[in-house]
């Protein structure tokens, strides 16, 4: 018990003062990081390493002075109700013996062995080119580690969501999507909705989608307005009157099939502008299982947002391209 007071005299300032460091430097990282898996990690790094302390300096230090007392007891370290059995330093004086040391454990004989031959110098030479293939053979496997993240490897055997994308994998052409936003702009200024278009080309000309938008509410109303598409010549005379944009957006999404498709896809404030609005293109060659893919994907249309007229010099982008999977893809990023 005296040894283990020393001790702590000796070293506890020292220790105190690195875990109360450590515990500030989390704290910080937490308050000052913006980053949520650090956020996360500093706020569950820091009460751990706090409650550690505590722990250490209370209840750990007791159990070492207690089992200390057991030792000095003589008492088992199981049971220790019972004492050992001393042993009987006068067994061999009375049988008229030297005293003779006890017989090695065959452990320690083999250890004495092993000892003798690791130290013989050809093995010596052998035991370095050994490690120095292994050291090279890690290094050479580690190149050749590939990122992955599977969807299947984070259902359960017996969820219906992994039957789900079997069945997708097997019997469909999997497809996944995004949303083109366009936003902090004039979307009734026929030039903006030029650029507007402009760009849903750019992300169409990508190899991971080659295909145009499925449900774009600019492209559909242009060709509303110039009457190119036959679909729409029952409602040409929304642009044939003297109607402002808004008017004829309105007029427009009163049609209930283009309110079911668009309506959702447009935000307006109470004067009627629109404050943000989207059209949904598909992904058509990026795999949920191919994290290359996706790094790759993220960075083309990351470079068509930054190519666009409209977003040079902006903090803000009012053009770019949003999906709730590509969280996920830009952690492979980092």
Same mark, same amino acid.
């Given at each position: ?92 004086? @009375? $049988?008229? %013996? ?8 065959? &452990?320690?004989? =083999?250890? !004495? ?52 994308? @079997? $069945?997708? %994998? ?8 995004? &949303?083109?936003? =366009?936003? !902090? ?150």
């Amino acid at each position: 018990m005296e040894r283990i007071r020393e001790t702590m005299e000796e070293v506890g300032g020292s220790i105190s003062l690195t875990t109360i460091t450590t515990v500030l430097a989390f704290i910080l990282g937490w308050v000052s990081s913006s980053i949520p898996v650090i956020q996360w990690l500093c706020l569950y790094a820091f009460p751990t390493i706090a409650i550690d302390f505590i722990f250490q300096i209370t209840f750990f230090i007791s159990i070492m002075v207690l089992d200390e007392q057991r030792v000095k007891a003589n008492r088992l370290d199981c049971c220790i109700c019972f004492k050992a059995k001393e042993a009987d330093d006068n067994a061999n004086d @009375e $049988a008229g %013996d030297p005293a003779k040391p006890a017989p090695a454990h065959v &452990a320690e004989q =083999f250890m !004495g062995w092993y000892s003798r031959q690791l130290l013989r110098p050809a093995v010596k030479v052998a035991v370095l080119v050994i490690f120095a293939a292994f050291t090279g053979a890690c290094a050479y496997s580690s190149t050749q580690l590939t990122q992955a993240f599977s969807p299947h490897d984070f259902l359960p055997s017996d969820s219906y969501g992994l039957s789900f994308l @079997e $069945a997708m %994998d097997e019997y469909t052409m999997r497809k996944l999507g995004m &949303a083109a936003v =366009f936003s !902090g702009v004039d979307q009734s200024d026929p030039d903006v909705q030029e650029q507007m278009l402009k760009y849903l080309d750019d992300l169409s000309a990508l190899p991971q989608i080659q295909h145009a938008p499925e449900a774009c509410w600019i492209k559909d109303f242009v060709e509303f307005r110039k009457g190119t598409n036959p679909a729409f010549d029952d409602y040409s005379f929304i642009f044939q009157g003297n109607y402002t944009f808004n008017e004829q957006l309105e007029l427009m999404l009163s049609v209930p099939e283009i309110r079911a498709v668009y309506g959702n896809r447009i935000v307006r404030n109470e004067d009627g502008d629109i404050v943000v609005s989207q059209c949904l293109i598909p992904i058509n060659y990026v795999s949920l299982d191919d994290t290359e893919q996706q790094i790759q994907f993220l960075a083309d249309q990351k470079r068509v947002a930054a190519e666009q007229p409209i977003n040079q010099g902006k903090d803000t982008l009012s053009f770019f391209s949003h999906d709730g999977i590509m969280f996920i893809w830009v952690r492979f990023c980092t």
